[in-house]
C-alpha cells in the first residue's frame, strides 16, 4: 500500500533507515525531517511496515525526485515501480511540466524501470556520486 507520508515526524526515522539500507550517503533521520518543508513523501507498506519510500520537490511548475529507495529484502515486487508511478501520479495532478531524476550510470534496473514509465535520458552530471564514484544519468518524463 502506498500512502502520503502526512506526519514526518513520525516516519522519519523509517525514512532514514531505509537510507542506510539503500545508498552509500545516506540522509540521517534530522536531514529527512529538515526535507519536509519542501519535500513530498510516500511510503510503500507491507504488514504496517515502512518498506520503501520516495520523495519529491517542486519548483514552479518542475518535478524534482530526491530518492526513491526500498528495502533488500523487499525489492523485485514492484514496490519501486509503484512509489515512481505515484510520484508520476502527483506530478500530474500538480500540473507539473516535468518531473525529472538522477540515477546512477550503472543501475541497470532503475534505468530499466524508469524508461519503462516514460523517462527519458535527457543529460549526465559528471562525477555525480561518491562511494563509489560514478556519473548519473538524467531522466525526465515530460508531462
Known sequence: MIERVTDLEKAASDIAFIEKHCFATPWSVQQVKSSGDTTVFFTANDDGKIVGYAGMYTVLDEGYV??????????????????????????????LAFLSLEVRVSNTPAINLYTSL?????????????NPKEDALIMTRYF
Open 118 to 130: 516514460g523517462f527519458k535520458e535527457v543529460g549526465k552530471r559528471k562525477n555525480f556520486y561518491s
Open 66 to 95: 530526491t530518492n526513491i529507495g526500498v528495502l533488500p529484502d523487499h525489492r523485485k515486487k514492484g514496490i519501486g515501480k509503484a512509489l515512481t508511478n505515484q510520484l508520476i501520479d502527483y506530478s500530474v495532478s500538480q500540473k
